[in-house]
Nanobody, 123 residues
C-alpha cells in the first residue's frame, strides 16, 4: 500500500523560505515520477514541480521556476521541495503525488496522493 506523507508547511512572511518533505513508502519508486502540486481556495490543483526518481530529471511550473527546487533522497525514500523567496500567491495546500507511468504535469495522471500540508505566506 503506497503512502505519501507531507510535512514542513507553515506560516511565513513574504521573502522567507520553507522546505516541504514527502515520505514515500509501500513500494519501490524507481520508475515513478514524483510531483508537488498545490491548491489554493477556489482554484484548481496545479502542478508545481516534478522529478523522475530514477534519473533525477526535474521540471517546474513557470510560476515557481528559479525559486523552488525539487529533490529526492533515495536512501530515505523522501522527496523535498525547497521554496525560497515565497510570495503571498504561493499560499495553498501543497500535495505530494506519485505517477507510476511516466512524466506528467496533469493531476489526473497521478495515482497516489498525500494528505497535503498548508503553506501560508503573509504580505
Amino acid at each position: 500500500q503506497v503512502q505519501l506523507v507531507e510535512s514542513g508547511g507553515g506560516l511565513v512572511q513574504a521573502g522567507a523560505s520553507l522546505r516541504l518533505s514527502c515520505a514515500a513508502s509501500g513500494r519501490a519508486f524507481n520508475s515513478y515520477t514524483m510531483g508537488w502540486f498545490r491548491q489554493a481556495p477556489g482554484k484548481e490543483r496545479e502542478f508545481v514541480a516534478g522529478i523522475r526518481w530514477s534519473s533525477g530529471t526535474t521540471g517546474y511550473s513557470d510560476s515557481v521556476k528559479g525559486r523552488f527546487t525539487i529533490s529526492r533522497d533515495n536512501a530515505r525514500n523522501r522527496v523535498y521541495l525547497q521554496m525560497n523567496s515565497l510570495k503571498p500567491e504561493d499560499t495553498a495546500v501543497y500535495y505530494c503525488a506519485a505517477d507510476q507511468w511516466g512524466w506528467a504535469v496533469s493531476a489526473t495522471r497521478y495515482d497516489f496522493w498525500g494528505q497535503g500540508t498548508q503553506v501560508t505566506v503573509s504580505a
